[in-house]
């Protein structure tokens, strides 16, 4: 059911198999080369593993804004396996290598004039990238630094804390419904479970991107920053969390998440069918492309 390479989360070490590791370093003073350092940078992420701290650096570099598309979506989940699978690896510190863009979300182009094979396989992928990031073990800390709509802002709903550059030009949010189409229920739960029914029912009938300071206060992300301090700030966050022994903290995550994955890994198939269905229908096929003509025209 995974894509090649890519361990099905069934096969993964439960939390309370992974050994807990020393606690982290202190923290660098800023402008120190962190070391020693392991990097596995490929096309369209660069992570860098630093083995003292048992933190990565996880940076996103697909230009022009970090898209997911099924190339990047594949290289996510397997450097996320990966970091998984290494036991220096601890946490996880996930942000954008380019300037205003954490990540556009999913790219609409591969929503668009495609065959059924592929967006089944697109789809699973984007399945798979969720079902890895939202059901880590490691800690993972979101530094937000540029805007993020739908999957971009779903990728950071999927970590455990979120710090953002407190710019009001970047927003963040579910806009589904401004695309004319529909968030799928695990970006919903996902959703729900970081601010709330309430706060997620206007939200994503409105299909809102909030800029910055109006996300804070929604409590869609935890902190806000000046863009200069975000990965310091990021650092000392990911400090905090790894103060903690592993086996509890992750014990914990799992039992507040595990709802919300199982009903995936449980409607996999159908998710996999409803998203063929509605996304082949004339009608939406005509709504995307729409967008994104009024994306390029917005540019001209
Ligand atoms: N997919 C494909 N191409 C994109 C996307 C995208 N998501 N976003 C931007 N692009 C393209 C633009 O068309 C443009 O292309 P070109 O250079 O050929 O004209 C190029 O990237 C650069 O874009 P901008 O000029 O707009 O860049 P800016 O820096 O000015 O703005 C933004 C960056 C803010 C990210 C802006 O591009 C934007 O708002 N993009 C749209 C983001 C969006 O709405 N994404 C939603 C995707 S849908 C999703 O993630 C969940 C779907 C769930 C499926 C539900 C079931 C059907």
Request: charged share 25%; with cysteine.
């Amino acid at each position: 059911l995974c894509p090649p390479g890519v361990l099905p989360l069934c096969c993964r070490l439960p939390a309370w198999d992974r050994a807990s590791r020393p606690p982290p370093s202190l923290l660098q003073p800023p402008g120190l080369p962190l070391a020693p350092c392991r990097s596995f940078s490929n096309n369209k992420i660069q992570v860098e593993l630093d083995e003292s701290s048992g933190v990565a650096m996880m940076k996103f570099k697909s230009p022009p804004v970090n898209s997911l598309n099924l190339e990047f979506l594949t290289e996510f989940s397997i450097s996320l396996e990966k970091l998984e699978n290494n036991r220096a690896c601890r946490g996880v510190i996930i942000t954008s290598a380019l300037p205003k863009v954490f990540s556009s979300g999913l790219d609409i182009t591969e929503m668009c004039g495609k065959s059924m094979e592929h967006y089944t396989e697109f789809w699973r992928a984007v399945q798979e990238m969720w079902l890895r990031l939202y059901g880590s073990n490691m800690v993972t800390v979101a530094a937000v630094n540029g805007s993020s709509p739908a999957g971009g802002c779903l990728v950071a709903l999927s970590c455990d804390y979120r710090i953002m550059a407190e710019n009001p030009k970047f927003s963040i949010g579910l806009n589904e419904a401004q695309l004319g189409i529909v968030a799928p229920f695990w970006f919903k739960d996902t959703f729900v479970n970081v601010v709330g029914h309430r706060i997620a029912e206007r939200s994503l009938q409105l299909g809102s991107l909030h800029p910055a300071p109006e996300a804070h206060k929604l409590g869609l992300v935890d902190e806000l920053v000046p863009e200069e301090k975000l990965m310091e700030k990021a650092a000392a966050v990911m400090a905090q969390w790894l103060a903690l022994p592993d086996h509890a903290r992750q014990l914990t995550k799992t039992m507040m998440r595990k709802a919300v994955l199982d009903r995936l890994v449980a409607h996999r198939e159908e998710d996999i069918k409803n998203f063929i269905t509605f996304t082949s229908k004339e009608s939406i096929q005509k709504s995307l492309r729409m967008y994104m003509e009024r994306l390029k025209k917005r540019k001209s």
